[in-house]
C-alpha cells in the first residue's frame, strides 16, 4: 500500500484518544517512506556521469530546454491529508526553507549531476517554489516532509528528490536523456537503407567541368538500361530528360514535388522515371540510375537529398555525374557501404577564356551576351538601361515560373528573334539550355546562407563561378568558344583569382531526421512544440565526421508559423517539409490558410482557391504586379505539391495545373514587357502618383528632381548619354524625356505647377518686402 494511501486512511480516524497513537504510526510511516537524493533519483549521478562519457556525447545545449507548466493543487476533495496528520503549514517559515535550500552550494552541485546548470536549476526552482507557495493542498509527502524541517526533525536537503520531481515535469527532457540521443543518433547512416545494402552496386563517378559530356554519357547508360531512375537538382532538369527519353522511345514517367505524370495509358508506372531528387525512391529496384549534380551533396538546406539517393537508391549501376571535389567524399562514404566506385574523367568540349578587358559601359554589348546579376534589383536596371539603348533582352531570374524561365530562353535562343541579349541570375547555372557566347558578371558578390542559416555577403565560390561561367560556348550552341568578363574593370583580377583557385575539396555530406524520428521523440516529448523538437533533435544528434545536419530553419518557420492550429504531428511535419519561399508574405499566409482549412476538414476545391486569389487576373501593369503575380504562382505550386500528399483535402490537383498554366502565360506576357513594367514603376516613384502632387511642396519636387539628376550623372558615367550634335550638353528634362522617365504630357504639368509655386513665391516676397519698406519709412524722422 503506498504512503499517501495508508495516510489517507489513518487520517480517518477519530480525532479523541487516538491522537497520540496516530503520531506514533506517523513516524513510523515517514520513516518507511522517507525519500533521499539517492533514492528518488532514477539515475545515480556518477552512472549518468559515466553513461554520457561512454557515449562520446557533447552537454546538451540547456537554453533549447523550454519550461512546462505545472499548475499548482487546488482543494483536494479528500481534504488536506497531510494538514491533518501534522499541522497546517506557516507559508513564511516555508519560504524561509526553500531559500535556504536555493541557496545549497551541496544542492546547486548536486543539481548539475542530474543534468540542471544554474539556468535550468534557477528556472526549475522558481517553478517549484510558485508550485509549493500557491497549492492550496500539498501531496502528503512533502507536506510532512516541509513540516519536520519546521520542526528541525529534518534536514533541508530532503526536498531534494520532490525539487528533482518537479524539474523533471517541467523538463521532461532531463528524464529520457539518453534515450532521446539513441534515437538522434545519425552516425551510420546507410544502415538505414537494408534494399541497398542487401545488393553489391557498381558506382560510376562521371567527372568533369561543365559542358564536358559526363551527364550524357550517363544519360545513354539510362536510356539503355531496361529500368532507370533519374535524379535531378530542378524540376527543369526532370522535365528536360522525361522530354527527352520519351523522344528517343523510352517510355519514362515524371516525379516532381508538384507533379505526376504517367505514359503508359492504364496509368501504369513506366520502367524508366525522371524526378526531382528529393522525390527519388530508395524501395524500387531499378538497373540503372543517375545522380546529377553530385557535389550539391554538401548543400547546408538541400544535402541531405543527395546523402540519401547516393547510399539508398536499389540500383545495379548508379551514375553519379558531378564535380571532381565530391569524389574523395563520395569515396569515403562509400567504403562505409563496402562498394567500391570508378571515375571516368572528362574535359571540355570547348575552350573558354577569360577577356583582359571588362565591359565597363552597356554600349559594349554584342548579340549572344548575357549579364548575370545576383539581385532582382540589378536585373531591373541593367535591362532599363539595355532598353534605352534601343536593344532588347531576355530575363531569367530564379522565382519565375519554369514555363516563363523555358518561353525567355527560347527567345534569345531564336537566331531570328530581335532579341540577342540575356539578363539572369545565377539561375542559369542549371538546367537551360543557353545559346550564349561571353558571360559578363555584373557583381561578384552574392548572399549566401551557411550550414548555421546565417547570411553571409562575400564573393562567389571558385564552384559558383565555373557553374556560371560554363554556360558560355555550349557544345551544342552556334558559339564554339566561350568568353567570360566583368562589367567593372576593377573586379576583372578578382574573377580571374577566383577562377584560377582550384575547388575546395567536399569534407562533409549533409543529412535530416526523418518523420519517424521526430515522431519517438515526440512520443518522449509530447508537450513540446514542434520547433523546439528539431531544436532539441539537433542538439543531441550525434554525427559523423562526413556528415553535418542540414540547416532547417525554414522548416521551424513554418512549424513555428502553422503551431497554434490543431493538427496531428505527422500531418504538421508534412506542412512543415512544404516548399515555401518565406520571403513571400502571401505564400506564408496561403501555408497558414491551408492548414487552418485542413484541421477543419474543410477541402480546398478549385472553386475555393479561385475566390482565395482572386482569379481571374489582369496582366501586370508595374513590377508590383508582376511579384504578385509570381507569388500567386507559388501559392498554386503549393497547392499541388500538398495535393499529392492530402488527395482526399485537395482534391483538384488538375484544374489547378490548367488555372497555374494560364497564369504562367500572364506571367509570360509580363516578363517580355518587363522594361515597360519598370518604367512605369519609375514613373510612379518619380512623380509619387500614388499621393496626390498637386498638395506637396516645393522641397519634395526638388528633391526628386535632385534624385533624377543623380541617376542621370550615373547614368552618363557608364556612358549612355552623349551630347547633342551641336555639343551642347542635353538639359535635365529633356534627358529624362529621352529615357522614358517622364512624358511630355508629365513635363507640362511639372512646369505649370512649379511656375505657380515660384509665383506664389514671389509674391509672398514682394509682400514681405513691401511691408518691410512701410516699416522703415516711418522710422524715419519727417525732412520738412
Known amino acids: 500500500m503506498s504512503f499517501p494511501r495508508c495516510a489517507l486512511l489513518w487520517a480517518r480516524l477519530p480525532v479523541g484518544p487516538q491522537r497520540a497513537h496516530r503520531a506514533?504510526?506517523?513516524?513510523?510511516?515517514?520513516?518507511?517512506?522517507?525519500?533521499?537524493?539517492?533514492?528518488?533519483?532514477?539515475?545515480?549521478?556518477?552512472?549518468?556521469?559515466?553513461?554520457?562519457?561512454?557515449?562520446?556525447?557533447?552537454?546538451?545545449?540547456?537554453?533549447?530546454?523550454?519550461?512546462?507548466?505545472?499548475?499548482?493543487?487546488?482543494?483536494?476533495?479528500?481534504?488536506d491529508v497531510g494538514a491533518e496528520l501534522t499541522r497546517p503549514l506557516d507559508k513564511n517559515e516555508v519560504k524561509k526553507i526553500l531559500d535556504k535550500f536555493y541557496k545549497r552550494k551541496e544542492i546547486q552541485k548536486l543539481s548539475t549531476d542530474y543534468g540542471l546548470d544554474a539556468r535550468l536549476f534557477h528556472q526549475a526552482f522558481i517553478s517549484f517554489r510558485n508550485y509549493i507557495m500557491?497549492?492550496?493542498?500539498?501531496?502528503?509527502?512533502?507536506?510532512?516532509?516541509?513540516?519536520?524541517?519546521?520542526?528541525?526533525?529534518?534536514?533541508?536537503?530532503?526536498?531534494?528528490?520532490?525539487?528533482?520531481?518537479?524539474?523533471?515535469?517541467?523538463?521532461?527532457?532531463?528524464?529520457?536523456?539518453?534515450?532521446?540521443?539513441?534515437?538522434?543518433?545519425?552516425r551510420i547512416p546507410p544502415n538505414w537503407y537494408p534494399e541497398a545494402r542487401a545488393i553489391q552496386r557498381k558506382i560510376i563517378f562521371h567527372s568533369g567541368p561543365t559542358n564536358s559530356g559526363k551527364t550524357y554519357h550517363a544519360i545513354q547508360k539510362y536510356l539503355s538500361a531496361k529500368s532507370g531512375v533519374y535524379c535531378g537538382p530542378l524540376k527543369l532538369l526532370a522535365h528536360e530528360i522525361f522530354e527527352k527519353s520519351n523522344a528517343a522511345g523510352v517510355p519514362c514517367d515524371l516525379v516532381t514535388g508538384e507533379e505526376r505524370v504517367t505514359v503508359e495509358p492504364d496509368g501504369k508506372?513506366?520502367?524508366?522515371?525522371?524526378?526531382?531528387?528529393?522525390?527519388?525512391?530508395?524501395?524500387?529496384?531499378?538497373?540503372?540510375?543517375?545522380?546529377?549534380?553530385?557535389?550539391?551533396?554538401?548543400?547546408?538546406?538541400?544535402?541531405?537529398?543527395?546523402?540519401?539517393?547516393?547510399?539508398?537508391?536499389?540500383?545495379?549501376?548508379?551514375?553519379?555525374?558531378?564535380?571532381?571535389?565530391?569524389?574523395?567524399?563520395?569515396?569515403?562514404?562509400?567504403?562505409?557501404?563496402?562498394?567500391?566506385?570508378?571515375?571516368?574523367?572528362?574535359?571540355?568540349?570547348?575552350?573558354?577564356?577569360?577577356?583582359?578587358?571588362?565591359?565597363?559601359?552597356?554600349?559594349?554589348?554584342?548579340?549572344?551576351?548575357?549579364?548575370?546579376?545576383?539581385?532582382?534589383?540589378?536585373?531591373?536596371?541593367?535591362?532599363?538601361?539595355?532598353?534605352?539603348?534601343?536593344?532588347?533582352?531576355?530575363?531569367?531570374?530564379?522565382?519565375?515560373?519554369?514555363?516563363?524561365?523555358?518561353?525567355?530562353?527560347?527567345?534569345?535562343?531564336?537566331?531570328?528573334?530581335?532579341?540577342?541579349?540575356?539578363?539572369?541570375?545565377?539561375?542559369?547555372?542549371?538546367?537551360?539550355?543557353?545559346?550564349?557566347?561571353?558571360?559578363?558578371?555584373?557583381?561578384?558578390?552574392?548572399?549566401?546562407?551557411?550550414?548555421?542559416?546565417?547570411?553571409?555577403?562575400?564573393?562567389?565560390?571558385?564552384?559558383?563561378?565555373?557553374?556560371?561561367?560554363?554556360?558560355?560556348?555550349?557544345?551544342?550552341?552556334?558559339?564554339?568558344?566561350?568568353?567570360?568578363?566583368?562589367?567593372?574593370?576593377?573586379?576583372?583580377?578578382?574573377?580571374?583569382?577566383?577562377?584560377?583557385?582550384?575547388?575546395?575539396?567536399?569534407?562533409?555530406?549533409?543529412?535530416?531526421?526523418?518523420?519517424?524520428?521526430?515522431?519517438?521523440?515526440?512520443?518522449?516529448?509530447?508537450?513540446?512544440?514542434?520547433?523546439?523538437?528539431?531544436?532539441?533533435?539537433?542538439?543531441?544528434?550525434?554525427?559523423?565526421?562526413?556528415?553535418?545536419?542540414?540547416?532547417?530553419?525554414?522548416?521551424?518557420?513554418?512549424?513555428?508559423?502553422?503551431?497554434?492550429?490543431?493538427?496531428?504531428?505527422?500531418?504538421?511535419?508534412?506542412?512543415?517539409?512544404?516548399?515555401?519561399?518565406?520571403?513571400?508574405?502571401?505564400?506564408?499566409?496561403?501555408?497558414?490558410?491551408?492548414?487552418?482549412?485542413?484541421?477543419?476538414?474543410?477541402?480546398?476545391?478549385?472553386?475555393?482557391?479561385?475566390?482565395y486569389i482572386k482569379w481571374p487576373l489582369l496582366p501586370p501593369k508595374n513590377i508590383k504586379d508582376l511579384m504578385d503575380l509570381e507569388a500567386i504562382h507559388d501559392v498554386l505550386d503549393l497547392y499541388l505539391w500538398l495535393s499529392y500528399r492530402f488527395i482526399d483535402m485537395f482534391p483538384d490537383a488538375s484544374l489547378i495545373r490548367e488555372l497555374q498554366k494560364d497564369l504562367d502565360g500572364i506571367i509570360q506576357v509580363g516578363v517580355h514587357n518587363i522594361t515597360k513594367l519598370i518604367k512605369i514603376s519609375e514613373s510612379r516613384k518619380l512623380l509619387n502618383l500614388d499621393n496626390n502632387l498637386s498638395s506637396g511642396n516645393q522641397s519634395r519636387l526638388s528633391g526628386i528632381l535632385r534624385s533624377q539628376a543623380r541617376k542621370v550623372r550615373i547614368t552618363k558615367t557608364l556612358g549612355s548619354d552623349s551630347p547633342d550634335p551641336d555639343g551642347k550638353e542635353k538639359s535635365l528634362a529633356s534627358r529624362l524625356v529621352q529615357q522614358g522617365l517622364l512624358t511630355a504630357d508629365m513635363l507640362k504639368q511639372l512646369e505649370k505647377e512649379w511656375l505657380t509655386r515660384q509665383t506664389d513665391h514671389g509674391n509672398e516676397r514682394t509682400e514681405c518686402e513691401t511691408s518691410k519698406g512701410t516699416r522703415r519709412k516711418k522710422k524715419q524722422p519727417d525732412s520738412n
Request: proline share 6%; hydrophobic share 40%.
Open 269 to 611: 508506372q513506366a520502367a524508366h522515371v525522371a524526378c526531382t531528387v528529393e522525390m527519388s525512391s530508395v524501395t524500387t529496384p531499378y538497373e540503372v540510375a543517375v545522380i546529377d549534380e553530385i557535389q550539391m551533396i554538401k548543400d547546408p538546406g538541400r544535402g541531405w537529398a543527395w546523402t540519401r539517393a547516393l547510399l539508398g537508391l536499389c540500383a545495379e549501376e548508379v551514375h553519379l555525374c558531378g564535380e571532381s571535389a565530391a569524389i574523395d567524399l563520395v569515396t569515403e562514404l562509400l567504403y562505409t557501404t563496402g562498394e567500391e566506385m570508378e571515375v571516368r574523367n572528362y574535359e571540355r568540349l570547348t575552350p573558354i577564356s577569360v577577356l583582359d578587358h571588362a565591359l565597363e559601359s552597356l554600349d559594349n554589348l554584342q548579340p549572344g551576351d548575357c549579364i548575370v546579376c545576383f539581385n532582382k534589383n540589378d536585373i531591373y536596371s541593367v535591362s532599363r538601361q539595355i532598353e534605352i539603348r534601343g536593344l532588347q533582352s531576355a530575363v531569367i531570374y530564379g522565382s519565375l515560373p519554369p514555363g516563363t524561365k523555358l518561353a525567355q530562353a527560347k527567345k534569345f535562343n531564336d537566331p531570328d528573334d530581335p532579341c540577342k541579349i540575356l539578363v539572369a541570375t545565377d539561375a542559369i547555372g542549371m538546367g537551360l539550355n543557353l545559346s550564349i557566347k561571353r558571360i559578363i558578371f555584373y557583381s561578384l558578390i552574392k548572399p549566401s546562407i551557411n550550414e548555421k542559416g546565417e547570411k553571409e555577403i562575400e564573393p562567389i565560390t571558385t564552384s559558383q563561378a565555373l557553374q556560371i561561367a560554363g554556360r558560355a560556348g555550349r557544345f551544342s550552341s552556334k558559339y564554339k568558344e566561350g568568353e567570360v568578363t566583368t562589367m567593372n574593370r576593377e573586379d576583372l583580377n578578382l574573377l580571374k583569382e577566383i577562377l584560377s583557385r582550384p575547388v575546395d575539396p567536399i569534407k562533409a555530406a549533409g543529412l535530416h531526421p526523418t518523420a519517424d524520428q521526430i515522431e519517438m521523440f515526440a512520443y518522449h516529448l509530447p508537450d513540446t512544440t514542434l520547433s523546439n523538437l528539431i531544436d532539441i533533435f539537433v542538439d543531441f544528434s550525434q554525427v559523423d565526421g562526413q556528415y553535418f545536419v542540414c540547416n532547417m530553419d525554414d522548416f521551424k518557420f513554418s512549424a513555428e508559423l502553422i503551431q497554434h492550429i490543431p493538427l496531428s504531428l505527422r500531418v504538421r511535419y508534412v506542412f512543415c517539409t512544404a516548399p515555401i519561399n518565406k520571403k513571400q508574405p502571401f505564400v506564408c499566409s496561403s501555408l497558414l490558410q491551408f492548414a487552418r482549412q485542413y484541421s477543419r476538414s474543410e477541402p480546398l476545391t478549385y472553386a475555393w482557391l479561385r475566390r
Open 24 to 79: 506514533a504510526v506517523c513516524s513510523v510511516l515517514r520513516s518507511h517512506f522517507a525519500f533521499s537524493p539517492g533514492a528518488l533519483g532514477r539515475v545515480p549521478a556518477a552512472a549518468l556521469a559515466s553513461s554520457s562519457a561512454s557515449g562520446g556525447s557533447k552537454a546538451p545545449n540547456t537554453s533549447l530546454f523550454v519550461p512546462l507548466t505545472v499548475k499548482p493543487q487546488g482543494p483536494s476533495t479528500d481534504g
Open 134 to 186: 500557491q497549492s492550496q493542498s500539498l501531496d502528503v509527502d512533502i507536506h510532512i516532509i516541509l513540516n519536520d524541517i519546521c520542526f528541525s526533525a529534518a534536514h533541508v536537503d530532503d526536498l531534494f528528490p520532490f525539487f528533482l520531481r518537479h524539474a523533471k515535469q517541467i523538463f521532461p527532457v532531463l528524464e529520457c536523456k539518453d534515450d532521446l540521443r539513441k534515437i538522434s543518433d545519425l
